[in-house]
């Protein structure tokens, strides 16, 4: 059986041409001829549009292209003429002189680069699938449904795809733009319908898609009741999908995502049926990149986020108005920074005010226990500082500081100091001599942690023999480093992108040689120095960039005692590494974290120590350091 295809991605258009020549001889008018098309009413659909009684009906506009079975490349478009609204209607359009003709709808599915042969009472007709669908809220997409027919004046059009009906709720304040359907199989692209028997037969050809998009009308709102869900249809190529049908949603505000509970419709799509997918939620979520525990806003902007752990992971199912702030931290005096949060179905809006600063969002259940809390960080966008050695890149500022360097008008001193932190934990030290709780079999544990996300945990009273191998730890059994790890954990602090930064004697702490390269450091009392860097708070310059005119600003600040919760001058710096198991052999040994920290002392004067050895209930800053991939 003869089968020849030539391949291309071109629709039907109509061409009309002149002759100028004035000897040509007056054509005659082309004869017009009607033909009368029936829809196949099964259990399912053909067309765009569905009354009350789930009947499929011809709709105004609608067209058609016909090809005679001796040149089936030269298709004819017919357009209605009347049935509009019914089950049967009548196209008009040039005269074809074969009595055996074929029909595609919709007309601009044919594909007239590409021709198909009739043999033996079979037609090949070469069709493009568009992989973009004019989506209808509770409708079949305009134009979407690929059907055909064969027949003399009359075609009883039979459809070649199935339906796939969507079934959504979920959050109603939230528009929806776009429905994407992947599948492991070919879902649009070139292919041909044989026409042969009772039922049409699409084969997929050349520069096919697995993933299909359904836009939907600019405004549409899910519903918010399961019982009465927003019902969306999709045209999907017959098969039997061997590893489902993937669905996501976009909304109108990128790069925000949508996604469903049940993101995986394990069906079989039947020719001319329509399956339905069982009622599903939508949720808000991010892109897995853009997950973190620590969000930066601008003044004056706003973020969104639901209930997700870095990983991705759900938090638990969070109340309504389950999200709520229950602390913040001033970083300028008078300052104070305000947001506004909006609690929705499956995700939160944080509006932010004009000031900066720092706020713990917490995600509470039903019975108000913190199932997930996040940094608010308000500030301008932090700006990225490459080092000496041309692969390491380290945020501009510390995690929670709203400005980098010291400016000429300073109203406190922790203006660029940031937020302190205990070794391995994803929430900040706050207030640590007020909020502060002895650690314990049921105190030192991560479940705690997440629940009190604002405690300070105290190590263990050093004087308890049968736990002093774990002194200066907040962990009841210490030994796991919360940080560690090739890849950035679900406890690590920073913004999504980084991470907290390496430690060691091959890190970039020890390598690039802080010690040596120390431009000024500045005591709070000067103003400016030769290059006209401000030196309103105290801290070190660091020449250890890779842009000369760039050092990097090093704040000196102050930690967090472990041992007590109080605060003393220096600077603390966290890396991702810890120590290990050193010192005495009997009852006592030691398991510290990586530190890099900047001293100062009133009789030894300043101090820039590498890589060294903390306590991890210690409180210090972390300044963050780019993710990069090779």
């Known amino acids: 059986m003869k089968k020849v295809l030539i391949l291309a991605t071109a629709v039907l258009f109509a061409v009309v041409g002149c002759q100028n020549d004035i000897d040509s001889p007056i054509a005659k008018p082309v004869e017009k001829v009607t033909l009368k098309a029936s829809l196949e009413q099964p259990v399912s659909a053909t067309r765009t549009s569905l009354d009350e009684s789930n009947l499929v009906l011809w709709s105004a506009g609608d067209k058609i292209a016909v090809v005679g079975s001796s040149a089936p490349e030269n298709a004819v478009t017919y357009t209605i003429i009347a049935g509009e609204e019914t089950t049967n209607g009548a196209f008009e359009g040039d005269a074809i002189a074969d009595e055996l003709k074929a029909a595609v709808y919709p007309a601009s599915f044919f594909d007239t680069e590409s ?358 730890d907040w962990l009841w059994e210490g030994t796991k480093n919360l940080w560690a790890g090739d890849e950035k954990t679900i406890w690590d602090p920073c913004p999504a992108g980084y991470r907290v930064p390496e430690g060691g004697s091959s890190s970039f702490w020890a390598t690039i040689d802080f010690k040596s390269n120390v431009i000024k450091e500045w005591d709070g009392n000067s103003t400016t120095d030769a290059a006209g860097y401000f030196a309103d708070l105290k801290g070190y310059w660091f020449n250890v960039t890779a842009d000369a005119t760039q050092p990097l600003f090093m704040p000196r600040g102050s930690y967090c005692s472990g041992n007590n919760g109080s605060y003393y001058t220096g600077g603390w710096y966290w890396c991702r590494n810890d120590v290990g198991v050193t010192g005495n052999t009997t009852k006592r040994s030691w398991y510290n974290g990586r530190v890099f920290q900047l001293k100062f002392t009133t009789n030894g004067g300043n101090v820039v120590t590498n890589s060294t050895n903390g306590d991890r209930a210690t409180g210090g800053f972390v300044r963050c350091q780019k993710i990069v991939t090779e």
């Open 115 to 472: 021709f198909g042969d009739q043999v033996e009472g079979t037609f090949y007709l070469p069709v493009v699938i568009p992989d973009v669908q004019e989506g209808v809220v509770g409708n079949i997409p305009n134009n979407a449904n690929l059907a055909v027919a064969v027949g003399t004046t009359a075609f009883e059009f039979k459809n070649v795809m199935g339906l796939l009906k969507l079934q959504l709720y979920g959050t109603a304040e939230r528009p929806i733009k776009l429905i994407q359907i992947a599948a492991n199989e070919p879902l649009a692209g070139n292919a041909t319908v044989t026409i042969s028997g009772n039922d049409p037969v699409l084969e997929f050809t050349d520069n096919t898609t697995k993933v299909i998009t359904v836009t939907l009308p600019e405004g549409t709102i899910l519903s918010a009741d399961p019982a009465a869900p927003t019902i969306v249809y999709a045209v999907v190529p017959v098969n039997a999908f061997a590893a489902g049908l993937s669905v996501s949603l976009t909304s109108d505000q990128t790069p925000a995502y949508l996604s469903l509970n049940r993101t995986v419709v394990e069906n079989t799509i039947i020719r001319s049926t329509i399956q339905d997918m069982p009622v599903a939620e939508v949720r808000f979520t991010f892109a897995k990149a853009k997950l973190a525990n620590t969000y930066i806003v601008e003044p004056n902007n706003y973020l969104e986020l639901g209930p997700f752990r870095p990983d991705g992971k759900l938090v638990g199912h969070v109340k309504s108005g389950g999200y709520g702030r229950p602390r913040y931290y001033t970083q300028i005096n008078g300052q104070n920074p305000s947001i506004t949060i909006n609690n929705y179905a499956n995700f939160c809006k944080v509006t932010a005010g004009e000031n900066e600063g720092d706020y713990i969002l917490e995600a509470k259940d039903a019975d108000e226990t913190v199932l997930w809390s996040w940094i608010i960080w308000i500030t301008d966008t932090p700006a990225d500082i490459t080092l000496k050695d041309n692969k390491t890149i380290l945020m501009d500022r510390n995690i929670g500081a709203v400005c980098a360097y010291p400016k000429d008008t300073v109203v406190a001193y922790s203006e660029n100091w940031g937020l302190r932190f205990q070794f391995g934990r994803k929430d900040p030290v706050f207030n640590a001599s007020t909020n502060k709780i002895e650690t314990s079999a049921e105190v030192g544990t991560l479940v705690y942690a997440v629940q009190h996300p604002a405690a300070f945990i105290q190590p263990l009273d050093t004087t308890l023999a049968e736990h002093q191998q774990w002194y200066g």
